[in-house]
């Protein structure tokens, strides 16, 4: 009877503490969108007519909904490889560099090869998927083997990542497209084009869906397998998960590679089902936004969808926002970073709102882990 009764006071402690994240979450977004229009107000323009253009430029018509949804899916993806690796206890800095491979393995598969299509499509997608796995087993290796830490090996990955990319894209470079002016690739098959589901611009391509999969897939491996439950273990504290039998060593390997198999995922299916080609400042700075979808989503695979969405309104809309108040678009940038800044230090949301303070065995010290509870 007590066992009962502890796990449940253990479930519900837990379902608390999520609600207050998502609580704390909602707080932050309401909180730096005040700030925002109090910023769009200083610049001479109107706030509400500012939030009104940003609302209708990511949902006034179906080209601009279609446009919200292709511009969340990229966020979704980062921040699922994101969000595994705080559950495993990694910080995983490395999801741009990451999603920079898998693009150029997709776009790789995705012209040097001949397939039917469809094949051709789930064979330069799953290129893409190996490529930011790949990539990311790197520091995951130097973190299991000799401790190094992820932050600082994920951050030089993106640098080689990142160079090695636009020498390939240069003017003698192997991926360059012949004859073309601008620093760009060659373009893929179109039996390796992911379908279009409408005849907008952009498109609204099934990555979509596959997006929505990954979702579940997230989840399902998270809290309902095995290996999810070490990931989660090694994440909240490695001593006991080693004490435990759990390999730790082999589980932070697993865990940055499915990080970046999401990464490098995410990355082919913005080549196949957007350009067809990769070229200079495509999809860069996604990798660290998602940091901040992650965190806004608590780590949680429908969070981080949740998250995932409200930053890709605020791009989709940001141009009509602009048009409406004559504000820069720098503003949204301005808010994305007050969103990260309040969900990452709730210490300042409490006392403004009142909150009570979280109990000394439910605070999560990001210093001790990452991932936090589920």
Known sequence: MTTETDAS?????????????????ILSIVLSLVIGGAIIALSGGDPIDGYLGLWRGAFGKEKAVVET????????????????????????????GQLFVGSICALIAGYAVELPPGIHAAFALLMGALGGAVWAAIPGYLKARTGAHEVITTIMTNYIALRVINWSISQNGPLRLPGSALPETRRVLDSARLPSLTDTTPPLHIGVV????????????????????????????PSAARYAGIKVE?????????????????????????????????????GFDSIAVAMLGSNHPFGVAAGALLFGVMDAGMKTMQLRTQVPRDIVVI??????????????????????????????????TWGGEG
């Not at 006071?9 to 979450?25: M, N, P, Q, T, Y």
């Not at 949804?69 to 741009?96: C, D, H, M, Q, S």
């Not at 109990?359 to 010290?365: A, D, F, L, N």
């Open 335 to 368: 808010i994305q970073g007050l969103i990260l800044l309040f969900v990452a230090a709730p210490l300042l949301i409490q006392p403004l709102f009142r909150l009570r303070q979280v109990g000394e065995g439910e605070q999560v010290s990001i210093s001790a």
């Open 69 to 96: 949804i292709v511009k969340t899916t990229p966020f979704i993806f980062a921040g699922l490889a994101v969000a595994v690796g705080f559950r495993g206890g990694l910080f995983n800095i490395g999801v741009e």
């Open 250 to 286: 082999r589980t932070i390997v697993l865990t940055m590679v499915i990080s970046g198999a999401l990464a490098g995922l995410g990355g082919a299916v913005q080549v196949l089902g957007l350009l067809g080609y990769f070229t200079t400042g495509f999809n860069v700075g996604l």
């Open 9 to 25: 006071r253990g479930a519900e402690s837990k379902l608390g503490l999520f609600s207050r994240r998502v609580f704390i979450s």
């Open 210 to 237: 596959i997006v929505i999969v990954a979702v579940f897939f997230v989840y399902w491996l998270l809290w309902r397998t095995p290996l999810g439950f070490e990931i989660r273990t090694v994440g909240l504290n």
